[in-house]
Nanobody, 130 residues
C-alpha cells in the first residue's frame, strides 16, 4: 500500500483548502481511508475517515462542520476539504488506509485503528497564518 498526500501549504485563516490522498497498491474499494493530523508538541488527532465501498463517513464530534471527506473511486483518491481554516488547524496531515468492507459505517474505533496500525503517507504540511 502506498499513499501520497498533496495539497498542503501556507494559507491565510478563513480560506478553504483541499488535501488529496492518492492510493496505490491496493484494491481501493476494500479499504477505509482516513485523515489525521499532528501538530508540534501535540498528540495525533483523527480528522475524518471514509469507507470507499459505500462512502460511509466518520468525523469526530468536535471537528464536525468544517471538514468534508470524499472519495473518488475512479482515481483511487480521497480528498479532505477544510473550510474556514483556523490557526489551530496548523499541522502535518496524513492519510492512512485500513482493510474494510463494512457494511457498518466507520466509527471512532476505526479512526483509532487507522492512526495506530494502518500504513500512512509521508504527510503534507498545512500552515495557517492569522
Amino acid at each position: 500500500v502506498q499513499l501520497v498526500e498533496t495539497g498542503g501549504g501556507l494559507v491565510q485563516a478563513g480560506v478553504s483548502l483541499r488535501l488529496s490522498c492518492a492510493a496505490s497498491g491496493l484494491i481501493f474499494e476494500d479499504y477505509v481511508i482516513g485523515w489525521f493530523r499532528q501538530a508540534p508538541g501535540k498528540e495525533r488527532e483523527g480528522v475524518a475517515c471514509i469507507s470507499t465501498i459505500d462512502d460511509g463517513t466518520y468525523y469526530p464530534e468536535d471537528l464536525k462542520g468544517r471538514f468534508t471527506i470524499s472519495s473518488d473511486n475512479t482515481k483511487n483518491m480521497v480528498h479532505l476539504l477544510i473550510d474556514k481554516l483556523k490557526s489551530e488547524d496548523t499541522a502535518v496531515y496524513y492519510c492512512a488506509a485500513l482493510p474494510w468492507r463494512g457494511p457498518q459505517p466507520p466509527t471512532n474505533a476505526t479512526m483509532s485503528m487507522l492512526m495506530e496500525f494502518a500504513p500512512r503517507g509521508q504527510g503534507t504540511q498545512v500552515t495557517v497564518s492569522s
